[in-house]
């Protein structure tokens, strides 16, 4: 909370005194965020008086460094395929989050709070805490908190229906490569939702999400081609990104094995493949037998 400035000023200093507390003590999370606050600081000129103060060098870490508090493993670029927290801003596998739910070791306190910043969890999605949560996180340029307000904007859950800042929202985060935001905002450019319908910019949004591994980009343009009755299909599989980590591979390092149904996603491992059939919110077992339907 103090490297991030959350809930008091923000301090690498002091935030550097805890975790080399906590890394003593052996606890893993402590020892790669201490590992990863002194490459930022190399990084930076920040001085020690007055380290609440960065220069324009200072760039906040990215959504994709992001690693599971309960396994310690990387997460996904797509916020689809994880459970993102708004207290701390961090995320958690879905099946982490399903095993700390069912954990019996576990207080019924315990589980309904924050495993890293102890916050309580909100039962619903439209609190006011939760936005303000939000927009705590959109201050400091978070692509997530951008495309996550934009989704409340859009449904009017928390705040007034408002499409047009949903897609201001959405190009926010959209701007920082946020494959997610460039979905929403495809979408809403080729519906004309709270903008100028722009089919050709819509389109272009899609299918740079769709190249990125994003299952329901792809079923977006196939729909399209089949309303359009176009003969040439507006998107066309490539083996670059890891339909589940979202991570761009160059082969021959890692070669990238498509889905044995629909060949349109591909994936850098096996695991990586099982995790993403398995999920229960947005895995690929839910759109892969459409993408072969829409062939």
């Known amino acids: 909370m103090y490297a991030n400035g959350q809930g008091v000023d923000q301090s690498f200093t002091t935030a550097k005194e805890w975790f080399q507390k906590a890394a003593a003590q052996g606890d893993e999370h402590a020892i790669k965020e201490l590992k990863r606050l002194n490459e930022h600081l190399k990084s930076t000129t920040t001085t020690s008086t007055d380290d609440k103060k960065s220069t324009s060098s200072t760039t906040p ?9 309960i396994c310690m493993e990387a997460l996904p670029k797509n916020n689809l395929k994880f459970k993102r927290m708004t207290c701390c801003g961090k995320g958690m596998h879905q ?5 700390k739910f069912n954990s019996r070791s576990m207080t019924h306190e315990q589980k309904s709070t924050c495993c890293l910043c102890r916050t309580k969890l909100p039962t619903k999605i439209g609190t006011k805490e939760t936005i303000e949560r939000l927009r705590f996180w959109i201050a400091r340029g978070k692509a997530w908190s951008m495309n996550m307000l934009g989704d409340r904007y859009r449904t009017g859950i928390g705040v007034p229906h408002d499409d047009k800042q949903a897609v201001e929202l959405y190009t926010m985060a959209a701007d920082q490569d946020y494959v997610s ?6 979408i809403m450019y080729y519906n ?9 910019k819509g389109k272009e949004l899609l299918l740079k999400a769709a190249t990125l591994g994003h299952d329901n980009a ?4 196939k729909r399209v081609d089949k309303h359009e009755k176009k003969a040439t299909p507006s ?26 149904g629909c060949h349109s996603v591909f994936y850098c491992s096996k695991e990586h493949q099982k995790i993403d059939w398995k999920l229960k919110s947005n895995g690929h077992k839910q759109h892969c037998k459409e993408l072969q339907t829409l062939k």
């Open 61 to 69: 870490p990215q959504e994709d460094e992001d690693d599971c508090p």
């Open 95 to 99: 099946a982490c989050a399903k095993k």
């Open 181 to 186: 935001a460039m979905y929403n905002l495809g």
């Open 192 to 200: 004309g939702d709270g903008t100028d319908r722009n089919v050709i």
């Open 218 to 221: 792809m079923l977006t343009l």
């Open 235 to 260: 998107f066309t599989p490539t083996r670059t990104h890891c339909s589940y980590c979202g991570v761009a591979h160059a082969p021959p390092e890692v070669k990238l094995n498509p889905c044995s």
